[in-house]
C-alpha cells in the first residue's frame, strides 16, 4: 500500500483549491505534480488520461485541475486502503490501547 502518497496528495489537493492567486496557484500546481509525479506514475492507479489531462491542466492551472485525479484517489483510499487499514495490526494495537488507557482514566 502507498496510502501515505495518496492521502498527502488528496491534501494538497484540498489545500491547493484554496488558492485565489493565479501565480501562486500555477506555482503550487507544478510543485504538487512534482512532487508527486513519481507517485502517479507507479504507485497510484490513475489512468493515463487523467494523468495527460493534469499535465495539460499545470500550464494554465484552475481549481479545478486536480479534482478528477483526486476523486479517483479518495474512490481507492474509500475502498481499498481504509477497510485494510481498519482491519490491520496497528489499528488493532491501538484501538486496544485507547480503549485500555481509557477504562485505566475512568477508574482513577
Request: charge should be positive.
Amino acid at each position: 500500500e502507498h496510502s501515505d502518497g495518496s492521502i498527502e496528495f488528496w491534501l494538497a489537493c484540498e489545500a491547493y483549491k484554496k488558492i485565489t492567486s493565479q501565480r501562486k496557484r500555477i506555482s503550487v500546481a507544478r510543485k504538487i505534480y512534482n512532487d508527486t509525479s513519481v507517485i502517479f506514475m507507479f504507485q497510484i492507479n490513475i489512468d493515463s488520461p487523467v494523468r495527460k489531462a493534469i499535465i495539460r491542466n499545470i500550464q494554465e492551472p484552475k481549481q479545478s485541475c486536480f479534482d478528477e485525479a483526486q476523486r479517483i484517489i479518495s474512490m481507492h483510499m474509500e475502498r481499498d486502503s481504509y477497510p485494510q487499514f481498519l482491519e490491520s495490526k496497528f489499528n488493532q494495537k491501538l484501538k486496544h490501547s485507547l480503549q485500555t488507557n481509557g477504562n485505566n482514566s475512568m477508574v482513577n
